[in-house]
């Protein structure tokens, strides 16, 4: 029960929170609600990649000492697909950081 609790928070909120950033104003100007949703969209896009990432790099990292620990001889062929996995896993995160710069104009 407490995980779908959690589960449900951690994919309304960002959707509640985030809602703002696309409101204006009738005059068509930037109020003080808009950038502020925008900076709070923006903190939120980096956060969740950061936290996403975060473990995404290291259960690949554990997944891959496991499996040189199991095995010593196959490290050379586990070593260059690690690498490239956390390489792409970090440009993630980087899009991430884009998207924000982007919502926040």
Do not use: H, W
């Not at 956390?86 to 924000?100: D, G, T």
């Amino acid at each position: 029960m407490k995980k779908m609790a959690l589960r449900l928070v951690g994919l309304f909120a960002p959707l509640a929170l985030t809602a703002t950033a696309f409101a204006q104003d009738a005059e068509g100007g930037e109020g003080d609600i808009a950038v502020a949703g925008k900076a709070m969209a923006a903190g939120l896009c980096i956060g969740i990649a950061a936290f996403g990432c975060g473990l995404g790099q290291g259960r690949a990292a554990a997944t891959a000492l496991e499996g040189i620990a199991r095995n010593p001889n196959a490290s050379g062929k586990i070593l260059v697909p690690l690498i490239l996995g956390l390489a792409l896993i970090e440009s993630l995160c980087i899009y991430a950081l884009v998207i924000s710069f982007t919502i926040l104009g």
